[in-house]
């Protein structure tokens, strides 16, 4: 009987102890990140007193699982935020806003135009030029600098992540050594490994599981496996051959490499990567589409006037090279493709990337891709054999807006890609190809004269210029007109007229004439003259205008008011103005600054309660703590008191025996 209360007593002893232990861990780690609380179970014997089961940790699975995903998907925003705001803060001042410059250049242009006989004012316009210029070298600068920034972080942060991995798996290490040697589990190497898989979900959002040993692995949200129990993998960065700006991430198992999908990687890896992917690269096209659109509506313009120096307008703008990517085995190919914006088609340039195929012998193909790298649209099919070439060898894609020349077609093989996109980077590139203020094409191209033998009070005036190159109008590459080119309109009656070149042959005849504006239009010329006029009112029988290159006014603004006049037309895409298109960017940078900051704030505040709940079952609590300190402390007393009743009634057994 006393034998049996014996160990009744001890029983109890070493339970209270192993008790009174796990609250001192407990108390002592109260501060301790990630430290999990810890409870010695027990059983009742059947043979009297009680069994120490083990001490175990306090963790629901599930809940660290959801904290470490309100983890992963707060630092993405968070990763996203702290980036977006940076340019929401730059693009909202004033001072580099792009449609100050562009106000101010426009200024400059209308008051050159009061007096386009004064160097001083086109000397300040082409100054106001040169700045717009700048300024599109600056904003585009803001958006590499950052894309910069981000290379930075995405290797400083995989060298982290790689770390954390595998200190992961040298813990699977050491906790299967551990517990193979001993009955209790490694509580505390399971503590370091959570703390572990959380720092790890504010890079990615991983998924955590356990095998039958209790080791832990680590997968990413699409399956794609970092820790394999005692084997892990490294993530790395890879440059992308046919678009160097996009980011590969690579999953390196040793021997070989298998490519990772950058959608949905969550944590503030995945926020850096989809910044990179879709505001930067949608704000780097879409500065580029503006200074295409800007840059290619005034050269047009700009070569349908003379400049002071009485010469044909030239380019004020030169755009960048439009790079084409191809992979590393065709880089020597990809030299041989040149591409670039046709002449007054920026209106039909987008934000896309193509993507050219041979698929026959004298056919290609181009594809068009989406800013999300989908597959958009209807191939245009290109037949090189009934593609009319200009004098540089360039075909005219008329749907894109490009010009496209292939230097050697025989070169290029059935299975080569060849990707291009003509907006990446084309306002960083931007330069002025104007040297001076002289270079302002101001002045019409032409001069109309009203014979003063003229028997109406009718006058001919200079309606549109629309085309002054050599290949496909009435001008020559000197300035002149052609010979065969319109000279001079003769009114065979009110309602009648004739067009005849420099010789004075008839090259068309117009009856039954009520409207008198475009005149060469009417007759069939416009288009292929380049140019048409008009007269103010009725003529008379035997009225003769003419119009010629010699004697143009120095002081006409003729082309000088139709460049202003670009600053309220719809040029860019087509759809809306230089200072409409680029507010509208502004816009859309503040609305995006805004959803990201609010998904931030509300992901935060599920995060945070997320660990509320797991500090509620895992976290230390003093009280607790304080009042099972307390009772192990009494039931160890009373315990000892069982030994000393035992130890008593062996005496006094022993007494009697004597």
Same mark, same amino acid.
């Given at each position: 009987?006393?034998?049996?209360?014996?160990?009744?007593?001890?029983?109890?002893?070493?339970?209270?102890?192993?008790?009174?232990?796990?609250?001192?861990?407990?108390?002592?780690?109260?501060?301790?990140?990630?430290?999990?609380?810890?409870?010695?179970?027990?059983?009742?014997?059947?043979?009297?007193?009680?069994?120490?089961?083990?001490?175990?940790?306090?963790?629901?699975?599930?809940?660290?699982?959801?904290?470490?995903?309100?983890?992963?998907?707060?630092?993405?925003?968070?990763?996203?935020?702290?980036?977006?705001?940076?340019?929401?803060?730059?693009?909202?001042?004033?001072?580099?806003?792009?449609?100050?410059?562009?106000?101010?250049?426009?200024?400059?242009?209308?008051?050159?135009?009061?007096?386009?006989?004064?160097?001083?004012?086109?000397?300040?316009?082409?100054?106001?030029?040169?700045?717009?210029?700048?300024?599109?070298?600056?904003?585009?600068?803001?958006?590499?600098?950052?894309?910069?920034?981000?290379?930075?972080?995405?290797?400083?942060?995989?060298?982290?992540?790689?770390?954390?991995?595998?200190?992961?798996?040298?813990?699977?290490?050491?906790?299967?050594?551990?517990?193979?040697?001993?009955?209790?589990?490694?509580?505390?190497?399971?503590?370091?490994?959570?703390?572990?898989?959380?720092?790890?979900?504010?890079?990615?959002?991983?998924?955590?599981?356990?095998?039958?040993?209790?080791?832990? =692995? *680590?997968?990413? $949200?699409? %399956? #794609?496996?970092?820790?394999?129990?005692?084997? @892990?993998? +490294? &993530?790395?960065?890879?440059?992308?051959?046919?678009?160097?700006?996009?980011?590969?991430?690579?999953?390196?198992?040793?021997?070989?490499?298998?490519?990772?999908?950058?959608?949905?990687?969550?944590?503030?890896?995945?926020?850096?990567?989809?910044?990179?992917?879709?505001?930067?690269?949608?704000?780097?096209?879409?500065?580029?589409?503006?200074?295409?659109?800007?840059?290619?509506?005034?050269?047009?313009?700009?070569?349908?006037?003379?400049?002071?120096?009485?010469?044909?307008?030239?380019?004020?703008?030169?755009?960048?090279?439009?790079?084409?990517?191809?992979?590393?085995?065709?880089?020597?190919?990809?030299?041989?493709? =040149? *591409?670039?914006? $046709?002449? %007054? #088609?920026?209106?039909?340039?987008?934000?896309? @990337?193509? +993507? &050219?195929?041979?698929?026959?012998?004298?056919?290609?193909?181009?594809?068009?891709?989406?800013?999300?790298?989908?597959?958009?649209?209807?191939?245009?099919?290109?037949?090189?054999?009934?593609?009319?070439?200009?004098?540089?060898?360039?075909?005219?894609?008329?749907?894109?807006?490009?010009?496209?020349?292939?230097?050697?077609?025989?070169?290029?093989?059935?299975?080569?890609?060849?990707?291009?996109?003509?907006?990446?980077?084309?306002?960083?590139?931007?330069?002025?190809?104007?040297?001076?203020?002289?270079?302002?094409?101001?002045?019409?191209?032409?001069?109309?004269?009203?014979?003063?033998?003229?028997?109406?009070?009718?006058?001919?005036?200079?309606?549109?210029?629309?085309?002054?190159?050599?290949?496909?109008?009435?001008?020559?590459?000197?300035?002149?007109?052609?010979?065969?080119?319109?000279?001079?309109?003769?009114?065979?009656?009110?309602?009648?007229?004739?067009?005849?070149?420099?010789?004075?042959?008839?090259?068309?005849?117009?009856?039954?004439?009520?409207?008198?504006?475009?005149?060469?239009?009417?007759?069939?010329?416009?288009?292929?003259?380049?140019?048409?006029?008009?007269?103010?009112?009725?003529?008379?029988?035997?009225?003769?205008?003419?119009?010629?290159?010699?004697?143009?006014?120095?002081?006409?603004?003729?082309?000088?008011?139709?460049?202003?006049?670009?600053?309220?037309?719809?040029?860019?895409?087509?759809?809306?103005?230089?200072?409409?298109?680029?507010?509208?960017?502004?816009?859309?940078?503040?609305?995006?600054?805004?959803?990201?900051?609010?998904?931030?704030?509300?992901?935060?505040?599920?995060?945070?309660?997320?660990?509320?709940?797991?500090?509620?079952?895992?976290?230390?609590?003093?009280?607790?703590?304080?009042?099972?300190?307390?009772?192990?402390?009494?039931?160890?007393?009373?315990?000892?008191?069982?030994?000393?009743?035992?130890?008593?009634?062996?005496?006094?057994?022993?007494?009697?025996?004597?």
């Amino acid at each position: 009987m006393s034998s049996n209360l014996y160990s009744v007593g001890l029983s109890g002893l070493m339970s209270s102890n192993a008790r009174i232990n796990t609250t001192g861990q407990n108390t002592t780690n109260v501060d301790t990140e990630g430290y999990s609380r810890q409870r010695t179970d027990t059983v009742s014997s059947p043979v009297g007193g009680v069994v120490i089961r083990d001490t175990s940790r306090l963790v629901d699975n599930f809940v660290s699982q959801q904290v470490r995903t309100d983890t992963s998907k707060h630092s993405y925003y968070d990763a996203y935020l702290s980036m977006i705001s940076t340019s929401d803060s730059l693009l909202a001042e004033d001072s580099i806003s792009l449609n100050t410059y562009l106000n101010n250049a426009f200024d400059a242009l209308q008051t050159a135009n009061n007096d386009p006989t004064s160097a001083s004012l086109r000397a300040l316009t082409y100054s106001s030029l040169e700045n717009l210029v700048q300024q599109y070298k600056v904003l585009s600068s803001i958006v590499s600098d950052q894309e910069g920034l981000i290379d930075e972080q995405l290797g400083s942060s995989l060298d982290d992540l790689n770390a954390i991995t595998s200190e992961i798996s040298n813990l699977n290490k050491a906790i299967l050594k551990n517990e193979s040697f001993s009955i209790s589990p490694a509580n505390e190497l399971r503590d370091q490994q959570e703390v572990l898989a959380k720092k790890l979900s504010e890079y990615l959002d991983v998924k955590i599981q356990y095998n039958d040993d209790g080791l832990m =692995s *680590v997968q990413l $949200a699409n %399956g #794609q496996p970092l820790v394999m129990d005692k084997n @892990t993998t +490294e &993530l790395v960065v890879r440059p992308n051959a046919l678009d160097p700006k996009k980011v590969d991430l690579m999953v390196n198992f040793g021997d070989y490499e298998v490519g990772l999908k950058t959608e949905n990687l969550g944590g503030s890896l995945g926020g850096l990567i989809d910044y990179r992917s879709e505001f930067s690269t949608y704000s780097d096209r879409t500065l580029g589409q503006h200074a295409i659109s800007m840059a290619d509506a005034m050269n047009t313009q700009n070569k349908k006037g003379v400049d002071a120096n009485g010469q044909l307008g030239q380019n004020l703008f030169t755009l960048g090279e439009i790079k084409v990517f191809s992979s590393i085995d065709n880089l020597d190919k990809a030299e041989n493709i =040149s *591409v670039k914006v $046709a002449d %007054g #088609q920026s209106s039909k340039v987008s934000m896309d @990337t193509f +993507e &050219l195929t041979r698929t026959d012998d004298d056919y290609f193909v181009i594809k068009t891709i989406d800013m999300n790298g989908k597959y958009i649209g209807q191939p245009i099919t290109l037949d090189l054999d009934n593609l009319p070439k200009d004098s540089n060898g360039y075909f005219n894609i008329a749907e894109l807006g490009l010009d496209l020349r292939l230097s050697d077609i025989d070169d290029i093989d059935y299975d080569d890609i060849f990707r291009f996109t003509p907006t990446e980077g084309a306002a960083l590139n931007l330069s002025m190809f104007a040297k001076n203020g002289e270079a302002l094409a101001l002045g019409a191209p032409l001069a109309v004269n009203t014979s003063s033998n003229n028997l109406s009070d009718a006058r001919i005036s200079l309606s549109t210029v629309t085309n002054t190159n050599p290949n496909s109008s009435a001008f020559a590459s000197d300035g002149s007109l052609y010979p065969s080119a319109p000279h001079q309109i003769y009114f065979t009656s009110p309602s009648s007229y004739v067009v005849r070149d420099a010789s004075g042959v008839e090259i068309a005849s117009v009856k039954n004439v009520t409207q008198y504006t475009r005149l060469l239009e009417q007759a069939g010329l416009a288009e292929e003259a380049g140019f048409d006029v008009s007269v103010s009112s009725k003529p008379k029988r035997g009225d003769e205008f003419t119009i010629s290159t010699e004697n143009l006014g120095v002081s006409d603004n003729f082309n000088g008011l139709a460049l202003a006049a670009l600053q309220t037309k719809d040029i860019v895409a087509g759809k809306a103005t230089l200072m409409k298109a680029f507010s509208g960017y502004i816009s859309y940078v503040g609305s995006k600054t805004a959803e990201v900051e609010g998904h931030a704030d509300a992901t935060r505040i599920v995060m945070e309660e997320s660990v509320a709940r797991r500090d509620r079952l895992s976290a230390v609590s003093l009280d607790e703590e304080a009042v099972n300190l307390l009772k192990y402390q009494q039931s160890y007393s009373a315990s000892a008191q069982v030994v000393t009743a035992a130890r008593t009634t062996f005496e006094t057994l022993l007494g009697i025996m004597r």
